[in-house]
């Protein structure tokens, strides 16, 4: 099984890797001292990826550095030195979220994000995993934008065969939550997870009708919803920080999942959403299929990114 992972992690990652080691990887296979010109060629090589400007600069000055104190000395040991940069930088937010061992019942699963970033097809895939896990989970309509939103839902849940609770188009999502919460209550589910309407931080409308869908979820469960995972398309690259830097300070996010990582080269946007924002990466979304989502795990992140051999 780790094995078609890792595979799927690659497939996703393709992009994004062939054009890292297409840029670094003759740098990195050289013998001898390390030289000036490989560290500017990894430094070009993740600001393309859009790592970031400024965290780019700031992982090799860390590695030149090292030349420095002679700690890293030959070619061969540049690669190794950068996965232990990467990793660190990862790994440094994953302490800001211990929700998972939350023993409330159900817990809360909130996604938010802007329209078509892949929050309803993240919903269902989380909901097929979860319930492989044999987790017992329900889900909660509350895009009640427009009817057709609550439709592509109920396609998700037929199919993946879980519970989905909905009330009528244009219904107040708080209602619609609060609706979910007794029925998994009374049902003895597990989790509840929350379907939202895209909208942009700036809609203060938008943005307080969210608000008070946390409110009512938190008066029903202590410490809800105990997970808001914002929905980032991977395409949109640096951009999409940006707009997660504001969405994420006003909608009480904690956690990332980055979707359409299958369709760009610019998945150096993972260490970028660590490096802005802080926040844990949990889901990466490899594909339009029900089974095509990850659960984000650093060391596999990386070595997939950095492999050698395509
Ligand atoms: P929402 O508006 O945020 O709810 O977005 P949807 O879930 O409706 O998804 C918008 C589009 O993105 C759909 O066509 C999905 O199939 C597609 N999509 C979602 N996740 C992924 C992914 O990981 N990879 C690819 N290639 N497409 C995705
Ligand atoms: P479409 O592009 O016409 O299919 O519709 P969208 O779902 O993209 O929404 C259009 C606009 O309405 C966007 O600016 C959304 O942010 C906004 N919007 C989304 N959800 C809601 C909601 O629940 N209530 C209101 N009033 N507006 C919403
Ligand atoms: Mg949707």
């Known amino acids: 099984m780790a094995g078609s992972f890792v595979k799927k992690l690659k497939r996703g990652l393709f992009m994004t890797h062939t054009e890292f080691i297409e840029k670094v990887g003759e740098t990195l296979r050289r013998t001898g001292p390390v030289e000036a ?14 790592a970031g400007v400024e965290l780019s600069m700031k992982l090799v000055d860390s590695l030149r550095q090292k ?4 700690t890293l000395t030959t070619a061969d040991e540049l690669l190794p030195a950068l996965k232990g940069e990467l990793l660190r930088l ?11 061992r939350t023993s409330q019942r159900p817990r809360i699963t909130m996604l938010v994000g802007v329209n078509g970033t892949g929050k309803t097809t993240t919903l269902a895939k989380i909901a097929k995993r979860k319930k492989e896990e044999g987790i017992r989970v329900l889900l909660a309509a509350a895009d009640t934008f427009r009817a057709a939103a609550v439709e592509q839902l109920q396609i998700w849940a037929d199919r993946v065969e ?46 307080k009708e969210l608000e008070k869908v946390r409110k009512v979820a938190g008066r029903e469960v202590e410490g809800a919803p105990h997970e808001v995972l914002l929905v980032l398309d991977a395409t949109t690259g640096s951009n999409g920080i940006e707009q997660a830097e504001r969405f994420g300070a006003t909608a009480g996010v904690n956690g990332v999942v980055l979707t359409k990582l ?13 490096n802005t924002l802080g926040l844990p990466v ?29």
């Open 37 to 50: 010109a490989q560290l500017d060629r990894v430094e070009e090589a993740l600001i393309a990826a859009d």
């Open 67 to 70: 030349v420095r104190k002679k």
């Open 90 to 100: 990862l790994r440094d937010t994953e302490g800001s979220m211990d929700t998972d």
């Open 162 to 207: 879980v519970p989905l609770v909905h009330q009528h188009e244009g219904a107040d999502p708080a209602a619609v939550v609060f609706d979910a919460i007794s029925s998994a209550r009374s049902k003895g589910m597990d989790e509840v997870l929350i379907d939202t309407a895209g909208r942009l931080h700036t809609q203060a409308n938008l943005m």
């Open 262 to 274: 299958d369709g760009t080269a610019k998945g150096g946007v993972v260490l970028a959403i660590a």
């Open 282 to 310: 949990r889901w990466v979304g490899v594909g339009e299929g029900v089974d095509d989502l990850l659960p984000f795990d650093a060391g596999e992140f990386v070595d997939a990114l950095l492999a050698e051999d395509v």
